[in-house]
């Protein structure tokens, strides 16, 4: 994650704010659900904050250069027409815990994001048989499961379609 707003815990007013302005920078189809993901991961008594939404291409080559991304362009990056940014992911952290998320708050992520249609970075990275654990975690919704969870478990997608289509304008 690599944009200006730090990691610290911040008030509820200020995480509300951000997390409004951060759906702002949002396909709006891709914003309700993210929206949707936010309150079904607060009704689990989480105070989920969006770290990052809209990515600038400056922001996501360096993300790649630093390992943080496998990709130079990717949702994160995603504008409409006129520029105007459009992302179709976004990084949701635990706000409590914004360094260092409990396996239970990423599976319990993973979850609420699957419910509405959307993708996680959870199994990214693991073996057939770790992602079939993680799989097997959440649908039977067990949320302290002793799994390996990917690489970027807080990134957080649209389905669908690819970055390269994105690219080209097309939306989910």
């Known amino acids: 994650v690599l944009q200006s707003g730090g990691f610290a815990a911040v008030t509820e007013v200020s995480r509300k704010e951000r997390n409004s302005r951060m759906l702002g ?4 189809a ?20 969006i770290q990052c939404a809209w ?30 940014p459009q992302a179709l992911a976004a990084d949701v952290l635990d706000d409590d815990a914004p360094l260092n998320p409990s396996k239970r708050y990423l599976l319990i992520l993973a979850a609420c994001a699957r419910a509405h249609d959307l993708d996680t970075g959870i199994q990214w990275g693991l073996s057939k048989i770790l992602r079939s654990g993680v799989s097997v975690a959440l649908a039977s919704r067990d949320w302290d499961a002793p799994v390996r969870v990917g690489w970027d478990p807080c990134h957080v997608q649209v389905r669908g379609i690819t970055p390269q289509q994105a690219r080209r304008g097309e939306k989910p």
Do not use: M, W
């Open 30 to 49: 891709f914003a309700l659900k993210l929206a949707a993901v936010l309150r079904d991961l607060a009704a689990h008594d989480y105070r989920p904050r």
């Open 25 to 28: 920078e949002c396909y709006p």
């Open 55 to 84: 990515r600038s291409p400056t922001d996501q080559i360096a993300a790649f250069n630093s390992g943080h991304s496998q990709r130079r362009y990717g949702f994160h990056n995603v504008t409409d027409s006129r520029g105007e």
